[in-house]
């Protein structure tokens, strides 16, 4: 049986080697599929597939933003400038402007991501540094896991929190079932009393009357939708004891729970039993709004 998780979460791994120092962040918030984006210094390309791959295997849903910052070593200082870059720029501006470039702007193009890097290594040596990439791609999965573990951190606080609306809603449903109870009686009483006002001559057969209250009080039943609610109820408990993934049917049971309110309050005779039909829909209104962060 596996836990039930949230979508929101935030990890932070660092490090550092010979070549410098490294952080990786993740975070995730919530989202209707899992959409991963990576980003990575230029030339890191093998890492970002790495860790859509990894994330696929931890994650269901989600919308996650995994980012990776190298600052390199500060001795043995030295500029490397990425010439094709800076010429390719060069002549597509050129191209734009029909007219050569100044000093001023090459070295405007020159602050560009990726033109010019420093530190003891370039950032493209060591991203053909195997063992530089082995090492970044395992704080990588580090990090992930530990947003795993702060979204299963926050999936314990929301089965909590989901369970307690459950009973709530049960709560509700057990005040309905019993005002469900007085339903007949109430609309019996209430055709009635209309008949005498409109018929006060008598006219209307008895048997005739008789049948259209019985009609009436059956179209007013409500325990096809307290059944029903019962075993949503069970339902929910089910979904949130056996774990994520669950979100989704979560949300559609919340959808379920309140169709039945809804027709729990169209078929009532009693402003009670509305009152607890809306009070019903209150908490099913909660209930759905917290489902939406389930993994």
Known sequence: MSELSGM?????????????????????????????????????????RSVKAAASKL????????SLRIDMSAGDEKVTVNEPLLVALTNAAQAIHGVGLSGEAVATLMTLKGVVET?????????????????LTQAAEAALNELAAARLAEGASLKDLLTGLVSEMEGFAASAAKLA??????????????????????????????????????????????????AHFIGARELLAAGSPAGRKIDFLAQELNREANTL???????????????????????KEQAANVE
């Open 8 to 48: 929101t979460g935030f990890a932070r791994v660092t490090g550092e080697a010979p070549w410098g120092s490294w952080a990786w962040e993740a975070k995730s918030v919530n989202g209707r599929s899992l959409d991963v984006r990576v980003n990575t210094p230029p030339g890191f390309d093998v890492l970002e």
């Open 181 to 230: 109870e007085g339903q007949p009686a109430l609309l019996k009483a209430r055709l009635t009393k209309q008949l005498d006002e409109l018929d006060a001559e008598g006219r209307v057969d008895a048997d005739r009357a008789a049948v259209e209250i019985a009609l009436s009080a059956a179209k007013a039943d409500v325990r096809e939708e307290l059944d029903r609610l019962s």
């Open 265 to 287: 309050c169209s078929k009532s005779v009693s402003l009670d039993l509305t009152n607890a039909g809306l009070g019903l829909k209150g908490v099913i209104d909660q209930f």
């Open 119 to 135: 530190g003891g290594s370039s950032l493209r040596e060591l991203a053909q540094d195997e063992a530089a990439i082995a090492t």
């Open 59 to 66: 994650f269901n849903r989600g919308s996650l933003q995994v």
